[in-house]
Protein backbone atom coordinates (compact mmCIF):
# COMPACT_ATOMS: atom_id res chain seq x y z
CA UNK A 1 0.00 0.00 0.00
CA UNK A 2 1.35 3.45 -0.69
CA UNK A 3 2.32 5.43 1.99
CA UNK A 4 2.34 9.33 2.54
CA UNK A 5 3.85 11.95 4.57
CA UNK A 6 3.13 15.42 5.22
CA UNK A 7 4.59 18.28 3.25
CA UNK A 8 5.53 22.18 3.05
CA UNK A 9 5.54 22.80 -0.63
CA UNK A 10 6.51 25.65 -2.77
CA UNK A 11 3.15 25.64 -5.27
CA UNK A 12 4.15 29.40 -6.21
CA UNK A 13 6.83 31.98 -5.65
CA UNK A 14 6.03 34.90 -3.34
CA UNK A 15 6.63 36.29 0.39
CA UNK A 16 6.45 33.24 2.91
CA UNK A 17 2.80 33.38 3.01
CA UNK A 18 2.46 31.38 0.01
CA UNK A 19 4.17 28.01 1.68
CA UNK A 20 1.16 25.41 1.88
CA UNK A 21 0.75 21.99 3.87
CA UNK A 22 0.01 18.85 1.81
CA UNK A 23 -0.32 15.05 2.00
CA UNK A 24 2.08 13.84 -0.66
CA UNK A 25 2.81 10.66 -1.88
CA UNK A 26 5.87 8.79 -0.20
CA UNK A 27 8.05 6.20 -2.43
CA UNK A 28 9.15 3.03 -0.81
CA UNK A 29 12.96 2.59 -0.52
CA UNK A 30 14.96 1.03 -2.59
CA UNK A 31 17.71 -1.29 -1.65
CA UNK A 32 19.98 1.43 -1.15
CA UNK A 33 17.65 3.77 0.64
CA UNK A 34 16.33 4.74 4.06
CA UNK A 35 13.01 6.04 5.51
CA UNK A 36 14.05 8.47 7.88
CA UNK A 37 10.93 10.22 10.23
CA UNK A 38 12.31 13.78 10.31
CA UNK A 39 12.36 15.04 13.47
CA UNK A 40 14.21 18.47 12.74
CA UNK A 41 14.62 20.40 9.31
CA UNK A 42 17.28 23.27 9.04
CA UNK A 43 16.45 26.55 7.51
CA UNK A 44 18.92 28.33 4.89
CA UNK A 45 18.93 31.24 3.43
CA UNK A 46 18.40 29.20 -0.05
CA UNK A 47 15.21 28.01 0.34
CA UNK A 48 14.06 31.44 0.72
CA UNK A 49 15.35 32.11 -2.66
CA UNK A 50 13.69 29.12 -3.99
CA UNK A 51 10.22 30.41 -2.76
CA UNK A 52 10.89 33.81 -3.96
CA UNK A 53 11.46 32.29 -7.76
CA UNK A 54 15.63 33.22 -7.41
CA UNK A 55 17.35 30.25 -7.03
CA UNK A 56 18.33 28.26 -10.52
CA UNK A 57 17.96 24.46 -9.62
CA UNK A 58 14.52 23.65 -8.70
CA UNK A 59 12.60 20.65 -9.74
CA UNK A 60 8.80 21.44 -10.68
CA UNK A 61 6.82 22.65 -8.63
CA UNK A 62 4.63 22.17 -6.47
CA UNK A 63 8.00 20.85 -4.10
CA UNK A 64 9.35 21.16 -0.56
CA UNK A 65 11.99 23.45 -0.08
CA UNK A 66 15.14 22.11 2.78
CA UNK A 67 18.26 20.82 2.27
CA UNK A 68 19.21 19.08 5.40
CA UNK A 69 17.09 16.99 8.10
CA UNK A 70 17.94 15.17 11.40
CA UNK A 71 15.60 12.44 12.73
CA UNK A 72 15.31 8.63 12.73
CA UNK A 73 15.23 5.68 10.32
CA UNK A 74 12.18 3.42 10.02
CA UNK A 75 13.25 1.25 7.34
CA UNK A 76 15.89 0.40 5.47
CA UNK A 77 16.97 -1.06 1.88
CA UNK A 78 18.47 -4.46 1.57
CA UNK A 79 21.66 -2.81 0.65
CA UNK A 80 21.90 -0.31 3.36
CA UNK A 81 21.15 -2.79 5.72
CA UNK A 82 24.23 -4.71 4.55
CA UNK A 83 26.30 -1.60 5.31
CA UNK A 84 25.28 -1.35 8.60
CA UNK A 85 21.73 0.94 8.63
CA UNK A 86 18.94 -0.54 10.79
CA UNK A 87 15.63 0.31 12.27
CA UNK A 88 16.22 3.06 15.51
CA UNK A 89 19.55 4.77 14.01
CA UNK A 90 19.19 8.52 14.13
CA UNK A 91 20.94 10.10 10.91
CA UNK A 92 21.14 13.68 9.12
CA UNK A 93 20.67 13.70 5.73
CA UNK A 94 21.29 16.05 3.10
CA UNK A 95 19.10 16.80 0.08
CA UNK A 96 18.41 18.77 -2.73
CA UNK A 97 15.64 19.97 -1.86
CA UNK A 98 12.40 18.64 0.06
CA UNK A 99 13.66 18.71 3.79
CA UNK A 100 10.16 19.97 4.84
CA UNK A 101 8.33 17.21 5.17
CA UNK A 102 7.68 14.17 8.16
CA UNK A 103 9.21 11.97 5.94
CA UNK A 104 11.99 11.37 3.41
CA UNK A 105 13.54 8.68 2.08
CA UNK A 106 17.28 8.86 0.15
CA UNK A 107 19.89 6.87 -0.35
CA UNK A 108 22.92 6.22 2.20
CA UNK A 109 25.42 8.05 0.18
CA UNK A 110 23.19 11.12 1.62
CA UNK A 111 22.83 10.25 5.35
CA UNK A 112 25.28 10.69 8.00
CA UNK A 113 25.32 9.44 12.03
CA UNK A 114 25.69 12.28 14.00
CA UNK A 115 26.44 11.97 17.87
CA UNK A 116 24.40 11.08 20.66
CA UNK A 117 25.17 14.20 22.59
CA UNK A 118 23.25 16.25 20.24
CA UNK A 119 19.53 16.45 19.81
CA UNK A 120 17.71 16.66 16.32
CA UNK A 121 17.76 20.03 15.96
CA UNK A 122 21.16 20.42 16.92
CA UNK A 123 22.44 17.60 14.48
CA UNK A 124 20.22 19.12 11.93
CA UNK A 125 21.71 22.64 12.73
CA UNK A 126 25.29 21.35 11.12
CA UNK A 127 25.72 19.59 8.12
CA UNK A 128 24.62 22.44 5.52
CA UNK A 129 26.80 25.53 7.46
CA UNK A 130 29.60 23.55 8.49
CA UNK A 131 30.30 21.76 5.44
CA UNK A 132 29.97 24.98 3.08
CA UNK A 133 32.25 26.74 5.53
CA UNK A 134 34.46 23.41 5.39
CA UNK A 135 34.36 23.02 1.33
CA UNK A 136 34.84 27.41 1.40
CA UNK A 137 37.94 27.13 3.70
CA UNK A 138 39.67 23.83 3.42
CA UNK A 139 38.97 22.55 -0.12
CA UNK A 140 38.42 25.77 -2.36
CA UNK A 141 40.33 28.74 -0.50
CA UNK A 142 43.43 25.83 0.90
CA UNK A 143 43.71 27.79 3.92
CA UNK A 144 47.05 28.40 6.31
CA UNK A 145 47.71 28.80 9.90
CA UNK A 146 48.47 31.99 10.51
CA UNK A 147 46.54 33.49 7.22
CA UNK A 148 43.95 36.13 7.29
CA UNK A 149 40.40 34.79 6.60
CA UNK A 150 37.21 37.97 6.36
CA UNK A 151 34.02 36.34 6.47
CA UNK A 152 31.09 37.70 5.16
CA UNK A 153 27.58 37.69 7.26
CA UNK A 154 29.66 36.24 10.43
CA UNK A 155 26.94 36.26 12.67
CA UNK A 156 24.34 33.75 10.07
CA UNK A 157 24.72 30.05 9.71
CA UNK A 158 27.43 29.36 7.87
CA UNK A 159 28.92 32.61 9.01
CA UNK A 160 28.94 31.61 12.80
CA UNK A 161 30.11 27.79 11.00
CA UNK A 162 33.18 29.23 9.03
CA UNK A 163 34.36 31.39 12.36
CA UNK A 164 34.45 28.44 14.17
CA UNK A 165 36.56 26.46 11.26
CA UNK A 166 38.97 29.30 10.83
CA UNK A 167 39.82 29.85 14.40
CA UNK A 168 40.01 26.26 15.64
CA UNK A 169 42.67 25.90 12.81
CA UNK A 170 44.88 28.99 13.35
CA UNK A 171 43.76 31.86 11.51
CA UNK A 172 42.96 35.46 11.63
CA UNK A 173 39.66 35.87 11.68
CA UNK A 174 38.00 39.42 10.91
CA UNK A 175 33.64 39.43 10.20
CA UNK A 176 30.96 41.36 9.47
CA UNK A 177 27.50 41.52 10.71
CA UNK A 178 24.68 44.04 10.71
CA UNK A 179 24.16 44.61 14.74
CA UNK A 180 26.14 45.04 17.76
CA UNK A 181 25.15 41.52 19.10
CA UNK A 182 26.01 39.91 16.60
CA UNK A 183 29.25 41.24 16.59
CA UNK A 184 29.68 40.71 19.96
CA UNK A 185 29.24 37.55 19.81
CA UNK A 186 31.39 36.37 17.12
CA UNK A 187 34.12 37.77 19.06
CA UNK A 188 33.96 37.12 22.41
CA UNK A 189 31.64 33.55 21.50
CA UNK A 190 33.40 32.64 18.50
CA UNK A 191 37.15 34.23 18.96
CA UNK A 192 37.43 36.46 15.91
CA UNK A 193 39.66 39.36 16.04
CA UNK A 194 37.35 41.77 14.55
CA UNK A 195 33.71 42.44 13.29
CA UNK A 196 32.86 45.69 11.56
CA UNK A 197 28.96 46.67 10.08
CA UNK A 198 27.90 45.12 7.44
CA UNK A 199 26.12 48.43 7.26
CA UNK A 200 28.97 50.59 8.03
CA UNK A 201 32.39 51.59 6.30
CA UNK A 202 33.51 47.84 6.82
CA UNK A 203 35.78 47.82 4.10
CA UNK A 204 38.38 50.46 5.81
CA UNK A 205 38.18 49.06 8.80
CA UNK A 206 38.68 45.42 7.81
CA UNK A 207 42.21 47.37 5.74
CA UNK A 208 43.15 48.58 9.21
CA UNK A 209 42.57 45.62 11.09
CA UNK A 210 44.36 43.50 8.44
CA UNK A 211 47.45 45.66 8.41
CA UNK A 212 49.77 45.98 5.41
CA UNK A 213 49.78 42.98 4.00
CA UNK A 214 45.71 42.44 3.41
CA UNK A 215 43.23 39.63 3.51
CA UNK A 216 44.07 36.20 2.64
CA UNK A 217 40.80 34.51 2.01
CA UNK A 218 37.12 36.05 1.99
CA UNK A 219 34.39 34.27 2.40
CA UNK A 220 31.42 36.14 0.26
CA UNK A 221 27.56 34.98 0.86
CA UNK A 222 26.41 38.79 0.18
CA UNK A 223 27.28 39.59 -3.45
CA UNK A 224 26.26 43.47 -4.84
CA UNK A 225 29.13 45.89 -4.02
CA UNK A 226 30.54 43.81 -1.53
CA UNK A 227 31.95 41.26 -3.63
CA UNK A 228 34.37 44.46 -5.27
CA UNK A 229 35.48 45.16 -1.69
CA UNK A 230 36.45 42.08 -1.06
CA UNK A 231 38.48 41.75 -3.64
CA UNK A 232 40.22 44.72 -3.35
CA UNK A 233 40.97 43.76 0.44
CA UNK A 234 42.76 40.67 -0.74
CA UNK A 235 46.76 40.17 -0.77
CA UNK A 236 48.89 39.14 -3.52
CA UNK A 237 47.80 35.11 -3.58
CA UNK A 238 44.56 35.93 -1.88
CA UNK A 239 41.32 34.04 -2.92
CA UNK A 240 38.13 35.18 -3.16
CA UNK A 241 35.24 32.62 -2.44
CA UNK A 242 31.70 33.44 -3.54
CA UNK A 243 28.94 31.35 -2.47
CA UNK A 244 26.22 33.59 -2.00
CA UNK A 245 23.62 36.70 -3.73
CA UNK A 246 21.91 37.70 -0.27
CA UNK A 247 21.83 41.28 -1.26
CA UNK A 248 19.33 40.07 -4.63
CA UNK A 249 16.62 39.05 -1.81
CA UNK A 250 16.51 42.11 0.84
CA UNK A 251 13.20 41.65 1.42
CA UNK A 252 10.33 39.05 1.79
CA UNK A 253 9.07 39.64 -1.45
CA UNK A 254 10.64 39.02 -4.72
CA UNK A 255 11.59 42.24 -6.56
CA UNK A 256 13.36 42.39 -10.10
CA UNK A 257 14.52 45.24 -10.37
CA UNK A 258 16.61 45.13 -7.13
CA UNK A 259 17.41 41.61 -7.77
CA UNK A 260 19.06 42.94 -11.21
CA UNK A 261 20.78 45.60 -9.42
CA UNK A 262 22.30 43.22 -6.80
CA UNK A 263 23.70 40.89 -10.39
CA UNK A 264 24.83 44.21 -12.16
CA UNK A 265 26.80 45.37 -8.80
CA UNK A 266 28.50 41.84 -8.24
CA UNK A 267 31.63 41.92 -10.13
CA UNK A 268 32.55 40.98 -13.46
CA UNK A 269 35.84 39.03 -13.26
CA UNK A 270 37.36 38.90 -16.32
CA UNK A 271 40.99 36.20 -16.01
CA UNK A 272 43.42 38.44 -17.09
CA UNK A 273 42.76 40.84 -14.49
CA UNK A 274 43.77 38.24 -11.66
CA UNK A 275 47.56 37.68 -13.09
CA UNK A 276 49.26 41.15 -11.98
CA UNK A 277 47.64 41.13 -8.38
CA UNK A 278 47.87 37.64 -7.72
CA UNK A 279 44.57 36.69 -6.90
CA UNK A 280 42.20 33.42 -7.03
CA UNK A 281 38.14 32.97 -7.47
CA UNK A 282 35.96 30.26 -6.26
CA UNK A 283 32.49 29.83 -6.46
CA UNK A 284 31.11 26.85 -4.76
CA UNK A 285 27.51 24.95 -3.92
CA UNK A 286 28.10 22.27 -1.86
CA UNK A 287 25.25 20.13 -3.70
CA UNK A 288 26.25 20.24 -6.68
CA UNK A 289 29.91 18.73 -6.36
CA UNK A 290 28.94 15.82 -8.48
CA UNK A 291 32.17 13.71 -8.78
CA UNK A 292 33.71 15.24 -5.30
CA UNK A 293 30.40 14.04 -3.06
CA UNK A 294 32.88 11.72 -1.70
CA UNK A 295 35.02 14.84 -0.09
CA UNK A 296 31.57 15.55 2.52
CA UNK A 297 31.73 12.48 4.24
CA UNK A 298 35.06 12.27 5.83
CA UNK A 299 34.62 15.88 6.86
CA UNK A 300 31.22 15.73 8.65
CA UNK A 301 32.87 12.95 10.32
CA UNK A 302 35.78 15.37 11.70
CA UNK A 303 32.63 18.20 12.18
CA UNK A 304 30.94 15.92 14.60
CA UNK A 305 33.88 14.66 15.94
CA UNK A 306 34.79 17.92 16.95
CA UNK A 307 31.43 19.03 18.16
CA UNK A 308 31.68 15.75 20.57
CA UNK A 309 34.56 16.94 21.68
CA UNK A 310 33.71 20.54 22.39
CA UNK A 311 35.45 22.11 20.19
CA UNK A 312 32.70 23.28 17.66
CA UNK A 313 29.43 24.24 17.98
CA UNK A 314 26.44 24.53 16.09
CA UNK A 315 24.79 27.27 17.17
CA UNK A 316 20.60 27.50 17.08
CA UNK A 317 19.05 30.55 16.85
CA UNK A 318 15.34 29.71 17.62
CA UNK A 319 13.07 26.70 16.45
CA UNK A 320 9.78 27.04 14.67
CA UNK A 321 7.41 24.17 14.78
CA UNK A 322 7.57 21.71 11.31
CA UNK A 323 4.54 22.84 9.79
CA UNK A 324 3.29 25.18 6.92
CA UNK A 325 2.73 28.13 10.18
CA UNK A 326 6.09 27.50 11.77
CA UNK A 327 7.69 27.54 8.09
CA UNK A 328 5.95 30.97 7.08
CA UNK A 329 7.22 32.02 10.93
CA UNK A 330 10.52 30.80 10.22
CA UNK A 331 10.87 32.60 6.60
CA UNK A 332 9.64 36.01 8.02
CA UNK A 333 12.51 35.37 10.68
CA UNK A 334 15.46 34.83 8.39
CA UNK A 335 14.21 37.53 6.00
CA UNK A 336 14.11 40.32 8.90
CA UNK A 337 18.02 39.21 9.29
CA UNK A 338 17.31 38.63 12.78
CA UNK A 339 19.09 35.09 13.22
CA UNK A 340 22.46 34.36 15.01
CA UNK A 341 23.30 31.38 13.36
CA UNK A 342 20.75 28.88 12.28
CA UNK A 343 17.16 28.44 12.51
CA UNK A 344 15.31 24.96 12.64
CA UNK A 345 11.82 23.54 11.68
CA UNK A 346 11.16 20.87 14.65
CA UNK A 347 8.54 18.59 15.02
CA UNK A 348 6.03 17.92 17.50
CA UNK A 349 6.54 14.62 18.45
Known sequence: MPQTTRAILIERHGPPEVLVEREIPLRNPGPEDVHLRVRAAGVNFADLLMRAGLYDTVPPRPYSAGFEVAGEVVRVGARAEQEGWKVGDRAVALLRHG??????VLTTRQAFRYPESLTPVQAAAVPVVFLTAWVALFEAARVRVGETALILGAGGGVGTAAVQLAVKHGLKVIGTAGSQR???????????????????DWKTEV???????????????????????????LAPLGRLVF????????????????????????????PRSLIEPNLGVFGIHLLHLKEREAI???????????????????????????????????????HGRKNLGKVVLEAAD
Open 99 to 104: GYARDV
Open 182 to 200: KRDFVTRELGAAACFDSLG
Open 207 to 233: RRSAGGHGIDVALDSVGGRATGSCRQL
Open 243 to 270: YGLSEALPGARRNWPRAALAFLRTSWIH
Open 296 to 334: LRPAAEEIYRSIAKGELRPIVDRTFPLTRDGAVAAHRYL
